[in-house]
């Protein structure tokens, strides 16, 4: 599951999601999330298709009911 950086959705958003949903430490959060806003996009987890689709869904949920415009694509490993 990969993460796209986007002018718009906060920073500690995208640690708040890669905690709870990917269930990433703190630090490896904050990692991931410099690595999505300075590069670009960043990898949250390599997971079964069928558990990165439900990841990805859960992702893209709490960033419309936050009203943000944060993506995340599955890619093959």
Do not use: C
Not at 8 to 37: C, D
Not at 54 to 74: E, S
């Amino acid at each position: 599951v990969v993460l796209l950086n986007d002018d718009y959705t906060p920073m500690g958003f995208v640690v708040e999601v890669l905690e709870t949903i990917f269930q990433k430490s703190p630090a490896e959060s904050y990692r991931i999330m410099m690595q999505v806003h300075t590069g670009g996009r960043g990898v949250a987890g390599i997971y079964p298709w069928e558990v990165a689709e439900t990841k990805v869904d859960l992702l893209l949920t709490a960033a419309r009911d936050a009203g943000h415009p944060l993506q995340a694509t599955i890619e093959n490993a």
